[in-house]
């Protein structure tokens, strides 16, 4: 089963900026675009980049993202405290018969 | 509201079997592909399972050949039939609507709040 690794934590104090790294490999970022998610304990997650660069309607544009080869990464800059979260990447993995990946997740702690 | 609804979750030996449904509302189901994504407690997302909308399936490796996914458009619902059933497999099972133009992807822009799957003897 792929999965895409990040690591497991970042922080960073309020105002500064922190980036998220997502490695994943020629068959999911490599062939298809990398999303983001946010999720708060004991919630759903909630799409806060898509098409690997995209903000949906109401995502602050502190949020930005990117992607290069396999690789994916989101910024935050600006950090604030309701940005204390965990974070997801996400993409389609072309092998076999095809499936969804999602990244290990990383929790970004403001301190 | 657009709206996604879980059901069907509870307690199951290992072994057995459950159906979770997700019931959709406020916008056309028929046009959308729709995933199902489990979380077991404390750790990460794990994609389960989609279907398109022509019916087409997709499972991950964990659970190809024990969970079947499917559809009832005339109900606005989908489903996943959960057999031999594993410890492994408890987790909170979301829904979620895909809204990626094209077919499949990963981009889920409406999410359900989860049902939980416990099993255990």
């Known amino acids: 089963q792929s999965v895409l690794t990040q690591p497991p934590s970042a922080s960073g104090t309020p105002g500064q900026r922190v980036t998220i790294s997502c490695s994943g490999s020629s068959s999911n970022i490599g062939s298809n675009t990398v999303n983001w998610y946010q999720q708060f304990p004991g919630t759903a997650p909630k799409l806060l980049i898509y098409?690997?660069?995209q903000r949906p309607s109401g995502v602050p544009d502190r949020f930005s993202a990117s992607k290069s080869g396999t690789s994916a990464s989101l910024a935050i800059s600006g950090l604030q405290s309701e940005d204390e979260a965990d974070y997801y990447c996400?993409?389609?993995?072309?092998?076999?018969?095809?499936?969804?990946?999602f990244g290990t997740g990383t929790k970004v702690t403001v301190l | 509201e657009v709206q996604l609804v879980e059901s069907g979750g509870g307690l199951v030996q290992p072994g057995g079997s459950l159906r979770l449904s997700c019931e959709a509302s406020g916008f056309s189901f028929s046009r959308h592909e729709m995933h199902w994504v489990r979380q077991s407690t404390g750790k990460g997302l794990e994609w389960v399972s989609a279907?398109?909308?022509?019916?087409?399936?997709y499972y991950s490796g964990s659970v190809k050949g024990r969970f079947t996914i499917s559809r009832e458009d005339a109900k606005n619902s989908f489903y996943l039939q959960m057999n031999s059933l594993r410890v492994d497999d408890t987790a909170i099972y979301f829904c979620?609507?895909?809204?990626?133009?094209?077919?499949?992807?990963?981009?889920?822009?409406?999410w359900g709040k989860g049902t939980t799957v416990t099993v255990s003897s």
């Open positions: 279907i398109g909308i022509s019916g087409d399936t």
């Open positions: 098409s690997n660069n």
């Open positions: 979620a609507r895909d809204v990626a133009p094209g077919g499949l992807s990963t981009r889920m822009d409406v």
């Open positions: 996400a993409a389609w993995d072309d092998s076999l018969n095809g499936s969804g990946v």
